[in-house]
């Protein structure tokens, strides 16, 4: 028998995520206030899966949407689809980057605290906006209940029906309202307490980003006064040359050689020779 030897598998073939947790990091959960409430939003807004997602991102910054996946054992056009709806809120937020050799992106998604506890404050306050009217509403008016069906009316829907069930015909009973009251009091109290939390984890984190952004102002100022101050060194660095350069040049000034202008010759004209003509009168008297 020949025993088939294993292949080995390449640096390419290896699974780049094949440990998760170590690729994940650990992430940072004392710095982020209300994650509960945080988690609950994700969960209201996709289900258990925005919350396995919400709790991932928690604590950490640009987390590659591949790693998330493989840590769900979820396929990435799900991951995808639960952190696109997660977005749409303003819950989470992403940068991407392009892959040179495959030609496609990747996403890298942080989860937005401040977005997220506000949802979560306009969630509490819808509630507790809706709780009031039901108790301003029993305060004010009477409600009647058909036991067997387990509906309950108000008394104007009651009077139009002669007070009996317009399912069973069983007549109504009048509703006990000041258990409902006490109930939704409870409700009320519960839902304080958590908006007074939210409010406290809101002012922490309204801190951190205002700290953050003076950090910011303070690091760009420094900068610009460094740049300034690395120009001015230049241009007096230059200025110190340049004087240099005159006072070498009036120190010793090059020696020039005066040119002397010559006047042109003057080009000597010949003289014509003269012949001169004796007369025929002179001849004769000789």
Avoid at 104 to 118: A, D, G, V
Avoid at 182 to 203: C, H, P, R, V, W
Avoid at 220 to 247: P, Y
Avoid at 254 to 261: D, F, G, L, N, R
Wanted: aromatic share 6%.
């Amino acid at each position: 028998m020949v025993k088939k030897i294993p292949k080995k598998k390449s640096v390419s073939d290896k699974d780049p995520f094949e440990n998760v947790d170590a690729s994940l990091g650990s992430g940072n959960l004392k710095n982020v206030p209300g994650i509960e409430f945080i988690v609950k939003v994700a969960e209201g807004i996709g289900g258990k899966p925005s919350r396995d997602v919400a709790e991932i991102l928690l604590g950490r910054h640009n987390v590659n949407e591949f790693l998330i996946a493989k840590k769900l054992n979820l396929t990435i056009n799900q991951i995808r689809n639960i952190l696109y709806r997660l977005s749409d809120f303003g819950v989470v937020s992403f940068t991407r980057k392009k892959d040179k050799k495959k030609g496609w992106y990747t996403y890298f998604w942080t989860i937005n605290i401040l977005r997220s506890l506000e949802v979560a404050e306009s969630k509490v306050l819808k509630s507790i906006q809706g709780l009031e009217k039901q108790k301003s509403s029993r305060e004010k008016k009477r409600f009647y209940r058909c036991v067997p069906c387990q509906i309950e009316v108000s008394e104007e829907n009651a009077l139009l029906s002669n007070f009996s069930c317009t399912e069973c015909g069983e007549v109504y009973t009048l509703s006990e309202s000041n258990k409902i009251l006490e109930e939704i009091n409870n409700a009320l109290k519960i839902l304080n307490s958590e908006l007074d939390k939210i409010n406290n984890a809101l002012t922490i984190e309204r801190s951190k980003i205002d700290k953050r952004i003076v950090a910011k102002d303070k690091s760009d100022k420094r900068k610009k006064s460094e740049a300034r101050r690395v120009k001015r060194e230049a241009n007096a660095a230059i200025k110190k040359a340049a004087k240099k350069v005159l006072e070498r040049k009036t120190k010793s000034p090059s020696k020039t050689k005066k040119v002397v202008k010559k006047s042109p010759k003057k080009k000597s004209v010949p003289k014509k020779k003269v012949n001169k003509k004796i007369s025929k009168t002179k001849k004769s008297k000789k």
